[in-house]
């Protein structure tokens, strides 16, 4: 193991943790902004009670990201220099984008929400969370626009062994990044859906045995919803599960557009994820190893069918006579398992979604009552809380990984990438310094979340008591009543 192998492994370890925080912000940002406007528009506390109660957790983990992505910036200067001289003329103006305009607005409207309850007015207030939750998702299509250029790079040119940009408008809409940035963006929605679907659900089942065990409305039901108040937690179960079935419909659409140009810009990394080894025509799809459906890949590549897909061996000696020798293969089992487990633990999710939508249907005959949460189908969704992490990382791993040996696709080697001062022993160093801060930060998240999960909303306020009519009032009454029957 030489130094490329720890800064790639330190690069992936901390690009994986901090993307867990991302998704999760980005669609729980979302869902807040939604309860706090079912709040203004409805005037119901429990409404209240929830966007504050998923506000915290949003903050915590939007706390967390913000810590953890300042890191990956400091690891281009460190482990990866001669990829930050040959890309930094292109990636200066989208970083940039993202951290004076989008990120600005998202911080500076977090700290104006936070600060802003009982001092703004109430439509201000609400403007300031879609405000931020707008930031956030402007700062992720900027970063990933800046990270669809390393793998189909556009609108530039090499000067002196460094790339210029040349057309910043065609590195915006680059099409790689078209069809990422849906694709990541529903993908964060199922995060913050499965997310919310658990903490309901761990409501849910608690509420149900406190009630078996005679709770009544006393004690800790206060706070997790007491007897008859289930509904606070079928609210934001149902809403969840309605963007998670919706989200998870974009995730496949964008998916389709990105497989088309995977055939078109990065065959290898379609090779890989399928393990075809030679050049098929009506290429057959593998669900797993000795199970193939016929022509399905070309079909879901090309929508022809027929098309002729490269294999993986294929490619290498295409690459070898055009680039020289060299290995151009990636991690082929990370890549094609990745991608099964991308697939399989979103689909589970999603047909989670769609089962609690059938389940929480409103009873026929009975208008806007809606069906009881079973506690079987609560408790698949405290279980099911890590598939969506899962399958949204492993997207990442196949992306990432499968454009190996490639930091920018057909121009930058990865070899070629890395700061060349660096010793091992200070890359182990600092990989050991990263991964101790990391695990303190995470049993930090992880505590918080929890504890705050555990101790749910605040407690509704005490209706007003209701004063006696005075005699006066009678007689105001009593006086209005043969005009009020006319």
């Keep these: 193991m030489d130094a490329l192998d720890l800064a790639r492994w330190q690069f992936g370890v901390t690009t994986v943790y901090h993307f867990l925080f991302v998704p999760l912000t980005i669609g729980l940002g979302v869902f807040v902004a939604g309860l706090q406007t079912a709040w203004h528009r409805t005037g119901k506390e ?44 292109v990636f200066g103006a989208p970083l940039a984008l993202e951290a004076l305009l989008a990120f600005f607005l998202e911080s500076t409207f977090i700290g104006l929400w936070i600060f802003g309850w009982d001092r703004l007015p109430k439509r201000v207030h609400l403007a300031t969370i879609w405000a931020a939750v707008i930031g956030s998702n402007l700062s992720a299509y900027f970063i990933l626009a800046a990270n669809a250029w390393m793998k189909h790079p556009v609108g530039y040119e090499v000067v002196d062994g460094k790339a210029r940009m040349t057309d910043l408008w065609a590195v915006l809409t680059n099409s790689t990044a078209l069809a990422q940035v849906p694709h990541v963006i529903a993908g964060a929605f199922v995060v913050a859906g499965g997310f919310v679907l658990a903490v309901c659900g761990y409501h849910l089942l608690r509420e149900l045995r406190e009630r078996r065990a005679g709770a ?65 025509a009506g290429a057959p799809f593998s669900p797993v190893p000795g199970l193939e459906v016929p022509k399905l890949l070309s079909l879901l590549s090309t929508h022809d069918p027929n098309a002729v897909v490269q294999g993986t061996e294929d490619l290498q000696a295409r690459y070898a006579e055009r680039f020289g020798p060299g290995d151009y293969l990636p991690n082929l089992p990370v890549v094609f398992w990745s991608f099964r487990v991308m ?92 991964t101790a801060l990391y695990g303190a930060l995470a049993l930090a998240e992880a505590i918080l979340l929890t504890r705050h999960v555990k101790a749910g909303p605040e407690p509704a306020a005490p209706a007003a008591p209701r004063t006696p009519p005075s005699r006066d009032d009678e007689s105001a009454d009593a006086r209005l009543q043969p005009t009020l029957m006319y």
């Excluded at 929830?50 to 953890?68: P, W």
């Excluded at 998670?244 to 995730?251: E, F, S």
């Excluded at 409103?362 to 208008?367: D, E, L, Q, S, T």
């Design 343 to 434: 697939i399989v633990f979103g689909l589970s999710t999603v047909g989670l979604a769609m089962l609690g939508l059938w389940l929480t249907r409103r009873r026929r005959g009975v208008p806007r009552t809606p069906r009881e949460v079973p506690a079987w189908f609560a408790r698949i969704c405290v279980l099911a809380l890590p598939l969506p992490t899962i399958a949204i990382i492993s997207g990442w791993l196949l992306s990432e990984i499968g454009r190996q040996p490639w930091t920018v696709q057909g121009e930058l080697l990865t070899a070629a990438s890395v700061s060349p001062g660096v010793s091992l022993a200070e890359v182990a160093v600092s990989l050991a310094v990263f």
């Design 46 to 89: 429990h409404y209240l009670r929830l966007t504050k109660f998923f506000g915290k957790l949003f903050l915590i983990n939007f706390a967390m990201g913000v810590v953890t992505g300042i890191v990956q910036e400091f690891q281009f200067g460190m482990n990866w220099s001669e990829y930050s001289i040959f890309v930094g003329d």
């Design 216 to 280: 009544g409305g006393t004690g800790r039901t206060g706070r997790t919803g007491g007897t008859g108040a289930a509904s606070i937690w079928r609210t934001p179960m149902r809403a969840a599960l309605l963007m998670t079935a919706i989200a998870g419909a974009l995730v496949a659409g964008s998916g389709d557009m990105s497989a088309r140009l995977l055939y078109e810009q990065q065959p290898m990394k379609l090779a890989a994820a399928e393990g075809l080894r030679h050049d098929t």
